[in-house]
């Protein structure tokens, strides 16, 4: 039987959803990407563009604290959600335009290893909007009384944020390695249903950790798998519950690696490959072994097509996986993490000014789509945010 450490090793990879993100590349050409957002919701001036003015916030938060700027990244956080609140009430999209960056707020808390303070939040937020009443968010206190317009569009944001926490909390307990705390999670909110979403993978692999083995192929074998992933994702689950009860799982690992290679490439999906491939080779014992090397040089070549900073930098933290690497495809994988600004800590001087001049930018248009719906008592945006940020 696998030892409690080793599976847990191999559990981190889990919950496998395969959520669509772009790919991370050089941090450049990221923030040209958001200028471009944002000089589109500028030039057009239409209330529908404004997704493009608030994507450009939250990716700017983002590639902040993907360099090392987490202050920056809450800076602008807190000023998106300011922004909106104070052009209350709003409408259910709106809503969620104000809430994503509180929620965001909580995921850096996760980056920082601070489990506890991203569960509170978050578990603070949700019951803070559905009961229409207070929370801190980063410290300072926000009212929720009149968020939005209607009780329809109040149950549409609540039905959303519940979705938000089952999925985050879940995974800033999982980052701490209480895997049995975020099945309660999971239960509690009525998260488990019969697919292999988040909160049925987080109870699987939960109770196979406990020494449940048993019970945990039960769940894994009254699975409704709807999607071809979710058939994909069934095999590693299946895997380690057989290796958790101390069972060989050689029938698992030759479809996992069947069905890996199989697998077209997506960019938009490479880093919920890398993670699934990775989970598929530490369960077949690692790239010594004939399976496992298939499915690593499949990833290896993914990765390298594909560019992505994230996925890179997954792949070089597997001790066993890095050193199967050639020199060459080992200082490429390198070379895609530090062009993607992972390992700088900082943010170069002139793209600092272009990422500021496009947060500001966001912000002019934001403040635009509201006009006079925004309160009195608001205090100058631009003046605030540049006092706020640098």
């Known amino acids: 039987m696998d030892s409690a450490h080793h599976l847990a090793r191999i559990a981190q990879r889990f919950p496998l959803i395969p959520r669509p993100r772009p790919t991370y590349r050089p941090l450049p050409d990221r923030i040209n990407d958001i200028r471009a957002l944002a000089r589109t919701a500028a030039a057009n001036g239409s209330p529908i563009l404004l997704a493009q003015a608030v994507q450009a916030m939250n990716k700017a938060s983002l590639i902040a604290s993907d360099c090392g700027r987490p202050d920056l990244a809450r800076a602008w956080c807190r000023r998106q959600i300011q922004l909106f609140l104070d052009a209350r009430p709003l409408s259910a999209q709106e809503a969620r ?16 290893g601070d489990a506890d303070g991203a569960y509170q939040q978050l578990e603070n937020l949700y019951r803070a909007v559905t009961a229409h009443s207070d929370a801190l968010i980063d410290g300072e206190p926000t009212s929720f009384y009149d968020l939005t317009a209607s009780a329809d569009e109040h149950r549409d944001v609540a039905q959303w944020l519940w979705g938000v926490l089952l999925a985050d909390g879940g995974r800033a307990l999982i980052g701490a ?7 309660q999670h999971a239960e509690r909110y009525r998260g488990v249903g019969r697919r292999l979403l988040d909160g049925r993978q987080i109870v699987i692999v939960a109770r196979c950790l406990a020494g449940q083995p048993e019970a945990a192929r039960q769940l894994l074998d009254e699975s409704t798998l709807t999607d071809p992933w979710e058939r994909l994702v ?8 057989r290796r958790a009860g101390g069972q060989p799982a050689d029938a698992e690992i030759a479809e ?3 069905l890996y290679l199989a697998l077209e490439p997506a960019d938009e999906l490479i880093v919920f490959h890398t993670r699934l491939g990775l989970a598929m080779i530490d369960l077949a014992d690692g790239p010594d072994q004939e399976a496992a090397a298939s499915i690593a040089a499949r990833l290896v070549h993914d990765i390298l097509a594909a560019g992505d900073g994230y996925a890179a930098r997954d792949l070089l933290a597997h001790d066993a996986c ?3 690497l050639t020199d060459a495809h080992e200082q490429t994988l390198i070379a895609a993490v530090e062009a993607a600004g992972l390992s700088t800590g900082a943010i170069p001087a002139p793209l600092i000014g272009d990422l500021h001049a496009t947060v500001e930018l966001s ?3 934001i403040t635009a789509h509201f006009g006079t719906r925004l309160r009195p008592a608001t205090p100058s945006r631009a003046g605030h945010a540049r006092r706020s940020q640098r």
């Open 322 to 324: 890095r050193a199967a």
């Open 363 to 365: 912000e002019e248009q």
């Open 97 to 112: 335009y104000a809430l994503e960056p509180a929620v965001n707020l909580a995921r850096l808390a996760i980056r920082a």
């Open 256 to 258: 996992m690696r069947q």
């Open 234 to 241: 069934a095999l590693p689950l299946g895997a380690l519950c």
């Open 177 to 183: 390695g209480r895997w049995q705390q975020a099945a």
